[in-house]
């Protein structure tokens, strides 16, 4: 922790160095907006599992049922956002800076399959899923080298967090006997994002870039309910748990504003 907190006052006092700044482009505060098209991509892992107190002429025991495809669904949309950000560039050539984005989109997911095993029970499973991802928010490292005189080309790289609504219901035949669960959640997610891009200055003030992102929020639970199956036998048990793997890719256009003026005039040649 102790290395970790001089590792950031050292960036910050890199960054903020009023002996450091260029003065070229691409130097100071912004702000942005973007717009483009974004997919999404999830992996979907779902186990059942009954647990039986008494059902003759089988023992009290458990049956677990695992779904043999993990089903990869995706989703495409137009996604846009704003960013805030500052940037520095050193020695007229490399670019260091921060910047915060909030991003909106409409992504969702749906699937639905079934599963069916005859021993030792009758049991069909069958799920219908979802999952959308509402907006996402993100803190990014930029760095980046200036090609003289107008252009950036630019890494980025930080954590995001994606706000998830994840919905399932399943529908469950033990010998004939219905069962049903159904669970929606909203939930923050917290993943990592890494991209490029390249970025044009096409005023003193104004710039366009464009971009490509790639974001992985890992594998989270959207469902992990229980239920008593009293219509079975009395003490049974039916529990679904639904694990979702979430990526989602951009390629967005950007259009900045750099407050302070920027003068490529000042550029060596």
């Known amino acids: ?6 590792l950031l006052a050292s960036l910050l006092c890199a960054l903020f160095s009023t002996t450091s700044f260029g003065v070229g482009p691409f130097n100071g505060f912004y702000a942005s907006v973007g717009v483009g098209g974004e997919t999404l991509q999830v992996d979907d892992d779902t186990t059942v599992h009954y647990f039986i107190s008494e059902f003759p002429p ?18 495409s949309s ?13 020695n007229q050539l490399f670019l260091l800076g921060v910047e915060a984005r909030a991003n909106f ?6 699937y639905d399959y079934t599963a069916h095993t005859l021993s030792p029970v009758d049991l069909v499973v069958s799920s219908d899923d979802s999952v959308k991802l509402d907006n996402d928010f993100t803190l990014l490292i930029k760095l980046g080298v200036v090609l003289q005189p107008k252009t950036l080309i630019y890494g980025l790289v930080g954590p995001t967090w994606g706000n998830f609504d994840t919905s ?4 469950t035949s033990f010998d004939g006997i219905p069962t049903n669960i159904s669970e929606s959640e909203s939930q923050y997610q ?4 890494a991209g490029l891009g390249i970025e044009y200055l096409m005023t003193d003030h104004f710039s366009f870039a464009l971009e490509y992102t790639h974001a992985d929020y890992g594998t989270f639970d959207a469902v992990d309910e229980e239920s008593k199956v009293v ?13 979702v793997n979430a990526k989602t890719d951009s390629v967005l256009l950007r259009l900045t504003y750099y407050f302070s003026a920027n003068p490529t005039k000042l550029m060596k040649n």
């Open 1 to 6: 922790m102790y290395i970790q907190k001089n």
């Open 58 to 75: 089988l023992i009290p025991g458990n049956i677990d049922l695992i779904y043999p495809d993990s089903p990869m669904v995706t989703d």
């Open 78 to 90: 137009v996604t846009g956002g704003i960013a805030l950000g500052y940037s520095n560039v050193f």
């Open 105 to 110: 989109e409409g992504l969702k997911t749906t």
């Open 168 to 171: 399932t219901h399943v529908k």
């Open 190 to 193: 917290t993943g990592w994002l």
């Open 231 to 243: 219509d079975v036998t009395p003490g049974s048990f039916l529990s679904v748990n639904d694990d």
